[in-house]
């Protein structure tokens, strides 16, 4: 019975062993912090937060982000972009993505008060800035965009028009009286939303967090921003971006191909490779270019010249493009490209030869 016990959890073990692992390729960008093992430090996140009781105040150099209610007075909310131009690899398939925001004071919160914030997707770009108000200001307050002396206001104050951000929130977080911690905004239209800045960086403008809904007109919510701390251990703090994706695997055709009626060819993918560490699972050949991968399969593959000429229909005495599709074991697909020479029977080969001389002859005559 021991035996068989041992036996059957050697198995368990084996079979766990030759599970498919995903490599999935996870990225957290935060001021100041290594996105990952062997990449430099981050700098590419920006905000700063609107505040209607100054309404040309820029505070783009301040330790703390705000939101505040919806009220007459002490309206508040804070924009927050993270740059994904240097940091997401070319063919990188977004997964998952979550905003993260340090929740560390609230003013007027007791009880059972909350406040439901909503991310943003802003659809206009505006500056950080280094603080100012007045002739002094550099950058985006809760009247204006930018800094001066480009004085372009919002589509309406606090970044709130319906030119300014979109009407539908991407996520939302409640913050409640003394509950501290880091809130998050996570769902599919965060991964949407950076799926966009990922394929068109000119509309990477990121969020304004505001008020959606509060019980009292009088909370505030404090968060710490990307300039929070006096050192460099300080970012751990600061606002974060994370995200995971999976690299799409490389295809390799090798060649180019030569096929003559004596001598076939043998197609060879086995150079192609998933750089996120997960296994190709297939090899499928387009040898007629016609967009369709449905000529031949497998890593290798030998093609003969009657299979080409009396199956697929090819000319002999032409060069084809034939493209190799990969898929790896989570259905993501890479592509390459290479030719295939027909080589045709010596007398048609004649024949070819023959007719070219008498077209040129015909021409210069």
Known sequence: MLRFVTFLLFSVVICLVAL??????SLSLQQGRSPRTGLPGYTGCGDTYLNDDDYTENYGNDWDLFAEDYGTTGQRDFLIRF?????????????????????????????????????????VGWDEGTGG??????????????????????????????????SQSDAQVV?????????????PAIVNTVKTWQ??????????????????????????SSEYGTSSAD???????????????????????????????LLDGT???????????????????DQDYDDASGATCEVTYDYLVNTLGLIPGHVYDIGLKVVDDEGECGFASSS??????????????????????????
């Not at 002094?136 to 204006?144: I, L, N, P």
């Open 271 to 289: 150079a192609s490779y998933d750089p996120d560490g997960e296994n190709i699972v297939s090899w499928l050949w387009d040898l007629d270019d």
């Open 235 to 265: 970012y751990i703090w600061r606002p974060k971006l994370d995200i995971t994706y999976t690299l799409q695997p490389e295809a390799d055709a090798d060649g180019p191909y030569y096929v003559s009626p004596s001598e076939s060819d």
């Open 133 to 166: 108000n007045g002739t002094e200001r550099t950058g985006a307050s809760w009247r204006y965009r930018y800094g001066l002396p480009n004085n372009t206001t919002w589509n309406a104050d606090g970044a709130r028009g319906t030119g300014d951000r979109y």
């Open 175 to 187: 913050v409640t009286a003394d509950q501290y911690g880091w809130k998050t905004w996570s769902g």
């Open 20 to 25: 498919p692992s995903y490599a999935d390729i």
């Open 199 to 224: 394929a068109n960086a000119a509309q990477n403008f990121g969020w304004v967090v505001d008020v959606d809904y509060t019980n009292d007109d009088t909370n505030r919510a404090y968060f710490h």
């Open 83 to 123: 740059d994904l131009t240097s940091v997401l690899p070319t063919g990188a398939n977004v997964q998952l993505a979550s905003l993260h925001a340090y929740f560390w004071d609230d003013y007027g919160m007791s009880g059972d008060d909350y406040m439901n914030l909503g991310a943003y997707r802003l659809k």
């Open 340 to 365: 295939i020479d027909l080589i045709p029977e010596p007398s048609g080969l004649v024949l070819l030869i023959v007719g070219a001389m008498l077209l040129a002859l015909r021409r210069r005559n």
